[in-house]
């Protein structure tokens, strides 16, 4: 599946030749305006952000700065484009939370590797989350409000690791949004569905259940919310590439 970005500016032949050198590596979304630009961020998932500064109503900068202080969109990456090529003006774009900001006339190949760059950014961040338990989530997120968010989910899930039937309804309240926004909030932030991000959590605190060696797999998998042993055992094989089996026997031998 392509990568999406959004492309904001009031001038439509900007627009078209923006998607024009873009549209064949990436699926594009134009808006004309700032109003445009977030009623297709309210529905669609989008992976970079480009914007004119110079727009009617809410210009580039207002619109970066109200993007970066939500915790909806804070992790997408901004481009700023504008004919104000001042140190100051450059100085204010990067200020308001732009990750890049590239002055008009421009180079489309420039546009084409900062857009590259900003993107391969992301997707490291997205597979290292792959890989780690969320504490180490933290070292890796570009911004404090992705942090924060994702700590105060985490911290939900753990004090509900028990509950068999926590699901995307109570933990899109608990985080007050609604189940579509935060469905792609998860899915920018770590490339996860919630109900991937719940089973990473219960199987990483399943493992340090079976290091401290104080109960049985059974008792294990009841705690961190699973009903079935077997599915548990499933699951905790194609996250680990391990079985809890043999990953008491590996225990064993290192610790032995």
Do not use: W
């Not at 970079?48 to 804070?74: H, R, T, W």
């Amino acid at each position: 599946m392509k990568e999406t970005l959004l492309i904001i500016d009031d001038q439509e032949d900007l627009l078209e030749f923006l998607t024009e050198i873009l549209g064949s590596q990436y699926q594009v979304f134009a808006a004309i305006d700032a109003n445009k630009a977030l009623e297709i961020l309210r529905n669609q998932i989008i992976h970079l952000i480009i914007s004119d500064v110079m727009m009617p109503g809410l210009n580039g900068f207002e619109l970066c700065q109200m993007l970066k202080a939500n915790i909806d969109y804070c992790h997408i990456p901004v481009i700023l484009l504008t004919a104000k090529n001042s140190y100051h003006a450059k100085i204010e774009g990067l200020e308001t939370g732009a990750d890049a900001y590239i002055g008009k006339p421009f180079s489309p190949k420039l546009l084409q590797v900062q857009v590259v760059n900003l993107l391969k950014n992301r997707s490291k961040i997205r597979e290292h989350s792959e890989r780690v338990p969320l504490d180490h989530f933290q070292m890796n997120l570009t911004s404090r409000s992705d942090e924060v968010f994702l700590q105060k989910l985490n911290d939900y899930i753990c004090k509900n690791m028990d509950n068999q039937h926590l699901g995307v309804e109570e933990l899109a309240e608990h985080m007050n949004m609604s189940r579509p926004t935060f469905y792609r909030k998860m899915k920018s932030i770590s490339q996860l569905s919630p109900k991937d991000f719940v089973d990473r959590i219960r199987l990483n605190a399943a493992a340090k259940l079976i290091a401290e060696n104080d109960y049985k797999i059974f008792q294990i998998a009841n705690k961190v919310g699973y009903s079935s042993q077997s599915v548990f055992g499933k699951n905790f094989q194609k996250h680990f590439n391990l079985s809890p089996k043999a990953y008491i026997d590996y225990l064993k031998e290192k610790l032995g």
